[in-house]
């Protein structure tokens, strides 16, 4: 909260040096400047009315998931829990222990950690090899890696999961290497877009001072970098975190499951799906998310913009 | 200093190469030669040439489901892009509160298409109801309209942001030239906003256009392709003729699927790259 008020002030203080710079214009700014302001004045009203519409179904389904099952129903969804129907934190005790939450979450976080990881630090140096060597082998990496990109998963799923299968990389704790193996189109092309724009003369005399390439990669070229190192962990982390079909058809859903297959597979599996334990999932399956935005806001959308940019 | 780097080749490419082509090259060659055979298991495979296509082409489901799917590309591309922009016309404005609304325009999209689907399914579902409509399970319009508010909801703030990049960088300077020489605000925008973030526009419609084509998670959770496959798109459709049924032959039909729809991604992501590359212009 206090970052946005902050870069409201520094917006004003903007707004007033310019008006101070421009003394000429003064009268007729001061004039336009009054319509623009009731403009502006409606156009946030409209906005914020839009913004609660936004938030609203995140907003419902955390006051449905405290409130008895028996209180669900299409007439009385959209209203608040009153004394009678609060659940308390009862659907949530019942939603984590029916799905085993907890050891799907582990699991998504360990394989999102160790996929994103995996992905920047191989990518990074493949990336660098290419940006660096003109050799055949750059150029034919450089375009396997655009074009992998364009390939819908569909077209791979099947003989993926079965060559996976076969090298037994199929367990939560490596199964990285197939996120590494998919996941590398996209990293690899963001890091050499980025690479190939940096001045080579550091790295010429980091040379001459007697580095060996890995040495300079991970002392010169890695802290270079690293603003593409947040943007591309932050887009990678948004897939792995989210992917479902992947690790629903490499995985053994018997053995282990991560948060969107648990959702899916809580969702496919009942008859009559109990609404209130569901939403109570749902809600800490988001809430996590939803904290780590607030907090890193600015690195996740300055990652989007980035990569929209060499996209 | 290339010399040196070259003869580490084995460190710095050979694992990426590894895992590159056991995640996707082995399994892409493999895919298209599967989608000439017969075949249940890995193990008894019949090649048996080009039947499996001719197949898919009669087959109706798939047919219908390029219907659909190609529909609500063209939908949702427009919806999102003609929203997002104008969204972002409106944040760029210096207006009061501007990071909040970017904040909870942007949130949806951490959320994942698994789950987004089924909080929409169960909004969706309770409004249909109260307005005595059928359940989106149950009528393929709402199915599709569903989708469309879903998908908008979601993706909006991704492209906002884009464009607010984009629009950030038109300079004023060009602006108030034309400014000067008595242009209205509509020519402003047609004549020298639009053309100026061309490449967002690009990047945006490129991004909405694959992203709905090849759209998976939020149409199985929102309406599983319900009623009778009549909401189903090309990607669940495959996955259906994958792993719901039951006969030899469906396996390799299904890979035939796959392989023709990997080609009209690529056609369709080139004719829109050339299309809006061409409008773009430097400053």
Redesign the interface.
């Given at each position: 909260m206090e970052k946005?008020d902050e870069?409201?002030t520094e917006?004003t203080i903007e707004?007033v040096v310019i008006a101070l710079q421009k003394p000429s214009l003064e009268q007729k700014a001061l004039k336009k400047s009054k319509n623009?302001a009731m403009v502006?004045?409606i156009?946030?009203a409209v906005?914020?009315i839009v913004?609660l519409f936004?938030?609203y179904?995140?907003f419902?389904?955390i006051i449905?998931s405290l409130k008895q099952e028996s209180a669900i129903s299409?007439?009385t969804?959209?209203n608040l829990p009153t004394a009678a129907t609060f659940a308390g934190l009862a659907n949530y005790v019942h939603g984590v222990t029916q799905m085993d939450f907890l050891s799907s979450f582990g699991y998504s976080l360990f394989i999102t950690i160790s996929s994103v990881v995996l992905i920047i630090l191989?990518?990074s140096?493949?990336a660098?090899?290419?940006s660096?060597?003109?050799?055949v082998?750059s150029k034919v990496?450089y375009y396997?890696?655009i074009f992998?990109m364009?390939?819908?998963?569909?077209?791979?799923?099947?003989?993926?999961a079965?060559?996976?299968d076969t090298?037994k990389?199929n367990t939560p704790f490596n199964i990285c290497?197939?996120?590494?193996?998919?996941g590398?189109?996209l990293a690899?092309f963001m890091f050499t877009g980025f690479m190939k724009s940096m001045p080579?003369e550091v790295?010429?005399a980091a040379?001459i001072d007697g580095y060996?390439?890995?040495q300079m990669?991970f002392k010169v070229v890695m802290p270079i970098t690293k603003p593409t190192t947040i943007s591309t962990a932050i887009l990678e982390t948004?897939w792995v975190?989210?992917?479902?079909?992947l690790p629903t058809l490499v995985l053994d859903i018997k053995k282990y499951r991560t948060?969107?297959m648990d959702?899916?597979y809580f969702?496919g599996s009942y008859g009559s799906v109990q609404?209130a334990p569901?939403?109570a999932c749902?809600v800490i399956?988001?809430i996590p998310?939803?904290l780590?935005?607030?907090f890193c806001?600015k690195y996740?959308?300055e990652g989007?913009?980035a990569g929209?940019?060499k996209? | 200093?290339?010399k040196?780097?070259?003869r580490?080749?084995p460190?710095?490419?050979l694992?990426?190469?590894i895992?590159?082509?056991?995640?996707?090259?082995?399994?892409?060659v493999?895919?298209i030669y599967?989608s000439f055979c017969k075949f249940q298991t890995?193990n008894k495979v019949k090649f048996i040439g080009a039947s499996n296509y001719l197949r898919v082409f009669s087959d109706n489901s798939f047919i219908h489901a390029f219907g659909f799917t190609a529909l609500f590309t063209v939908v949702s591309t427009l919806t999102i892009n003609i929203l997002a922009f104008f969204?972002a016309m409106?944040?760029t404005?210096?207006?009061?509160?501007t990071?909040?609304?970017?904040?909870?325009?942007?949130?949806?999209?951490?959320?994942?298409?698994?789950?987004l689907g089924?909080?929409?399914q169960?909004?969706l579902?309770?409004l249909l109801?109260?307005w005595g409509k059928p359940l989106l399970a149950l009528d393929a319009k709402a199915g599709f309209m569903g989708l469309l508010i879903l998908m908008s909801?979601q993706q909006i703030g991704?492209m906002m942001?884009?464009y607010i990049?984009g629009l950030q960088n038109v300079s004023p300077d060009l602006v108030e030239a034309a400014e000067i020489d008595g242009a209205t605000p509509w020519q402003i925008l047609t004549k020298v906003k639009i053309p100026m973030v061309m490449?967002?526009i690009t990047?945006?419609t490129?991004?909405t256009l694959?992203n709905s084509f090849?759209l998976?998670?939020q149409n199985?959770?929102l309406t599983g392709g319900e009623p009778a496959k009549a909401s189903q798109m090309l990607?669940l459709n495959?996955?259906e003729t994958?792993y719901g049924r039951s006969g030899a032959q469906w396996?390799g039909i299904?890979?035939a699927k796959?392989?023709v729809?990997?080609l009209l991604?690529?056609v369709i992501?080139l004719i829109q790259l050339r299309a809006t590359r061409s409008k773009e212009v430097q400053a």
């Open positions: 946005i870069n409201i917006d707004d623009t502006n004045n156009i946030t906005l914020g913004a936004y938030v179904p995140i419902m389904i449905n299409t007439n969804a959209f191989c990518c140096m493949c660098w090899y290419i660096r060597v003109d050799s082998l990496m396997l890696c992998s364009v390939v819908p998963f569909q077209m791979v799923m099947f003989t993926l079965k060559t996976a090298l990389l290497i197939i996120y590494l193996g998919f590398a189109g690899v080579i790295e010429e040379m060996s390439p890995l990669f948004m975190w989210n992917d479902y079909l948060i969107p959702i899916q969702r609404m569901m939403m749902i399956t988001i998310v939803i780590l935005y607030l806001q996740i959308i989007v913009v929209a940019v996209g | 200093m290339e040196s780097v070259r580490y080749w460190i710095f490419v694992p990426t190469l895992a590159f082509t056991i995640g996707f090259l082995w399994p892409f493999w895919g599967l890995v969204i409106l944040l404005r210096r207006i009061k509160g990071n909040i609304f970017r904040t909870v325009f942007f949130m949806p999209n951490l959320i994942g298409g698994i789950v089924y909080i929409w169960i909004l579902d309770c109801s109260m909801w991704y942001i884009i990049a490449p967002s990047i945006c490129f991004l694959t090849k998976f998670d199985l959770s990607a495959i996955y994958y396996k299904g890979q796959a392989v729809f990997f991604v690529v992501s």
